[in-house]
T-cell receptor, first 115, second 113 residues
Framework: DTEVTQTPKHLVMGMTNKKSLKCEQH?????MYWYKQKAKKPPELMFV???????INESVPSRFSPECPNSSLLNLHLHALQPEDSALYLC??????????????FGSGTRLTVV | DQQVKQNSPSLSVQEGRISILNCDYT??????FLWYKKYPAEGPTFLIS?????DKNEDGRFTVFLNKSAKHLSLHIVPSQPGDSAVYFC????????????FGGGTRLMVKP
């Protein structure tokens, strides 16, 4: 299995809702990442988990709450989001934290719309 | 301040010809560079990479060239195929800065049949 699987593919939520994005990989990768990508912009790093511990939080607002229940799963809990949080949320993994000569493996993303 | 820049937002090439995508960087600490390809509604897919100790890396139709003195790299695709039509992102990392990837803004390549 050489994939990163993200669910759901699309999500529409109201500003008072609580929802979660899920990410799963079974490649034995020990680092997992959340990126946010707005239209016509590059992916922006949000969080990095290394060996199931949060190692980087790029000053992300607390309405985004990551969780790594085990080495294969990464969640992003969403609460009280704003319309400007609408974006493509990408999960990625790599063998270890930082680059791999094979690059990161990205999931297909969750297209989030906040109304 | 963008540390990795792709100054051409789009590029159109005829099938069979060469596609050249360019990327410039400002951070001299970057020592590893990668190219990703992204189709709509999909995540980026790793394409090819190059270490700063090399000036060229080739993989099939794809070749990446690195000019460290100019802080410039390019991706050559030859021959270009319609299936190559996608957005291409350049990314860079620095070993002494945690190796996190910094992405450029992307270039949309359109290969016309």
């Amino acid at each position: 299995d050489t994939e990163v699987t993200q669910t759901p593919k699309h999500l529409v939520m109201g500003m008072t809702n609580k929802k979660s994005l899920k990410c799963e990989q079974h490649m034995g990768h020990r680092a997992m990442y959340w990126y946010k990508q707005k239209a016509k912009k590059p992916p922006e790093l949000m969080f990095v988990y290394s060996y199931e511990k949060l190692s980087i939080n790029e000053s992300v607002p607390s309405r985004f709450s990551p969780e790594c229940p085990n080495s294969s799963l990464l969640n992003l809990h969403l609460h009280a989001l704003q319309p400007e949080d609408s974006a493509l949320y990408l999960c990625a993994s790599s063998q270890d934290r930082g680059f791999s000569i094979y690059g990161y493996t990205f999931g297909s993303g969750t297209r989030l719309t906040v109304v | 301040d963008q540390q990795v820049k792709q100054n051409s937002p789009s590029l159109s090439v005829q099938e069979g010809r060469i596609s050249i995508l360019n990327c410039d960087y400002t951070n001299s600490m970057f020592d590893y560079f990668l190219w990703y390809k992204k189709y709509p509604a999909e995540g980026p897919t790793f394409l090819i990479s190059i270490s700063s100790i090399k000036d060229k890396n080739e993989d099939g139709r794809f070749t990446v060239f690195l000019n460290k003195s100019a802080k410039h790299l390019s991706l050559h695709i030859v021959p270009s195929q319609p299936g190559d039509s996608a957005v291409y992102f350049c990314a860079a990392s620095a070993t002494n800065a945690g190796n996190m990837l910094t992405f450029g803004g992307g270039t949309r390549l359109m290969v016309k049949p």
